[in-house]
């Protein structure tokens, strides 16, 4: 069975830090792509980066570039969000999930999803 | 503001049938596939549709995907109370200011 869990989260001031954790099992996790995907109270959904299965290719959102660093682990089956210089703004539930790729079509979707941690940004 | 455009909200009753739209651009919907993805209350996001209309296992027959130009649908009939949830149409974009993944906004579905 495939699983993620997300852990970390908590509450910081403005300015502060935080790494988040990802733990996968049920899968060859060195085999995919992983994202971490954030929800503000009350609102949508938004990606906010990915990582390519070896860790040589990394993209992120607009909105974190130069504050977020995402990493992993294949070792020890686990994905990272380094957060810094943080924000109000950045208050939200973060969830890690899985990136299928679909050979029918050559697309990716995303097939799993952790339970999330919620990070607060707050003073 | 989400990339993508869903409505807010939609309701019918149970066993009646129900349309959520995702509008988007030629930049993600028109030139790349669309998943939707189910948000019970409290609960992390749930994949029920890939590749545009492709249902991973165990997802029931009710539920089903289309796309045409720059915009996509979710189409669920048999309408059960346990599908009162959130809805969200997710695709690629290959516009810089954007990307790679885009979402819509969300439409919450009540079963009247």
């Known amino acids: 069975e495939v699983q993620l869990v997300e852990s970390g989260g908590g509450l910081v001031q403005p300015g502060g830090s935080l790494r988040l954790s990802c733990a996968a099992s049920?899968?060859?996790?060195?085999?995919?792509?992983m994202s971490w995907v954030r929800q503000a109270p009350g609102k949508g959904l938004e990606w906010v980066a990915n990582?390519?299965?070896?860790?040589?290719?990394?993209y992120y959102v607009d909105s974190v570039k130069g504050r977020f660093t995402i990493s992993r682990d294949n070792a020890k089956n686990s994905l990272y969000l380094q957060m810094n210089s943080l924000r109000a703004e950045d208050t939200a539930v973060y969830y890690c999930a899985r990136e299928h790729y679909s050979r029918s079509s050559g697309s990716y979707t995303f097939d799993y999803w952790g339970q999330g941690t919620l990070v607060t940004v707050s003073s | 503001q989400s990339v993508l455009t869903q409505p807010p909200s939609v309701s019918a009753a149970p066993g009646q049938k129900v349309t959520i739209s995702c509008s988007g651009s030629s930049s993600n919907i028109g030139n790349n596939y669309v998943s939707w993805y189910q948000q019970l209350p409290g609960t992390a996001p749930k994949l029920l549709i890939y590749d545009n209309n492709k249902r991973p296992s165990g997802i029931p027959d009710r539920f089903s995907g289309s796309k045409s130009g720059t915009s996509a649908t979710l189409g669920i009939t048999g309408l059960q109370t346990g599908d009162e949830a959130d809805y969200y149409c997710?695709?690629?974009?290959?516009?810089?200011?954007?990307?790679?993944?885009?979402f819509g906004g969300g439409t919450k579905l009540t079963v009247l």
């Open positions: 997710g695709t690629w974009d290959s516009s810089l200011s954007a990307g790679p993944w885009v």
């Open positions: 049920g899968f060859t996790f060195s085999s995919y792509w």
């Open positions: 990582i390519k299965q070896d860790g040589s290719e990394k």
